[in-house]
């Protein structure tokens, strides 16, 4: 148990819907990272939030965009879904603006149809 | 572009034998290498390395890195079927920062 839950465990949708996937960090860690692993690939980093502002960004489009919350919470939204955006989505938190190792939730699978 | 390349990408074996993984890397910038393993959805962590030529050791498994030659292994001896899980490697580019490049991974199959 890495104490890094993810809600929900799978979700549905259809193309051009939007979505809010969740993610409670494990506490005192002030760092949540996104990544969206596609099926037969490894974790593909989507952003990073520290302190609620964003600190860095991967190679996804604007209709990805996040949150963090006081309590270190955070949320990925992504809007206008497309077929590809199918794929287990896993947030990581750390301590200390991401110097120390992430630890990873269980993940999100969402299903674009 | 930063970029980690895994292989074998699959890999069965029976119970006993030892397994070697390649992980090969090309980054900008070097922090760190770290071993994950992934047998449902999490991955767990397995081994962080910044320095070349320590190994580091848990039970079973280990692993090193190579910064000259941009590379890593992981090494599990005695395999077991309850080792059987995709096993990935990232590198953090970023000082500071751990936002993560994994590579493809590779799919381990231990057969009793």
């Known amino acids: 148990e890495t104490g890094v839950t993810q809600s929900p465990t799978h979700l549905i949708k259809t193309r051009g819907q939007q979505v809010t996937l969740r993610c409670s960090s494990q506490s005192g860690h002030n760092t949540v990272s996104w990544y969206q692993q596609a099926l037969?690939?490894?974790?593909?980093?989507?952003?990073?939030?520290?302190?609620?502002?964003?600190?860095?960004?991967?190679?996804?489009?604007?209709?990805?965009?996040?949150?963090?919350?006081?309590?270190?919470?955070?949320?990925?939204?992504?809007?206008?879904?497309?077929?590809?955006?199918?794929?287990?989505?896993l947030c990581a938190s750390t301590s200390s603006g991401g110097t120390d190792t992430q630890y990873f939730g269980p993940g999100t699978r969402l299903t674009v149809l | 572009?930063?970029?980690v390349v895994q292989s074998p990408l699959s890999l069965v074996v029976h119970e006993g034998d030892t397994v070697t993984l390649n992980c090969s890397y090309e980054v900008t910038n070097f922090r760190s290498l770290l071993w994950y393993k992934q047998e449902k959805k999490a991955p767990t962590f397995l081994f962080?390395?910044?320095?070349?030529?320590?190994?580091?050791?848990?039970?079973?498994?280990?692993?090193?890195?190579?910064?000259?030659?941009?590379?890593?292994?992981?090494?599990?001896?005695?395999?077991?079927?309850?080792?059987?899980?995709?096993y990935l490697c990232a590198v953090d580019p970023v000082r500071g920062a751990q936002k993560l490049v994994f590579g493809q991974g590779t799919r381990l199959t231990i057969n009793p």
């Open chain 1, 40 to 89: 037969g690939q490894g974790p593909q980093f989507i952003f990073q939030y520290y302190r609620e502002e964003e600190n860095g960004r991967g190679n996804f489009p604007p209709r990805f965009s996040g949150l963090q919350f006081p309590n270190y919470s955070s949320e990925l939204n992504v809007n206008a879904l497309e077929l590809d955006d199918s794929a287990l989505y």
């Open chain 2, 48 to 86: 962080m390395l910044t320095s070349s030529g320590i190994e580091k050791k848990s039970g079973r498994l280990s692993s090193i890195l190579d910064k000259k030659e941009l590379f890593s292994i992981l090494n599990i001896t005695a395999t077991q079927t309850g080792d059987s899980a995709i």
């Open chain 2, 1 to 3: 572009e930063d970029k």
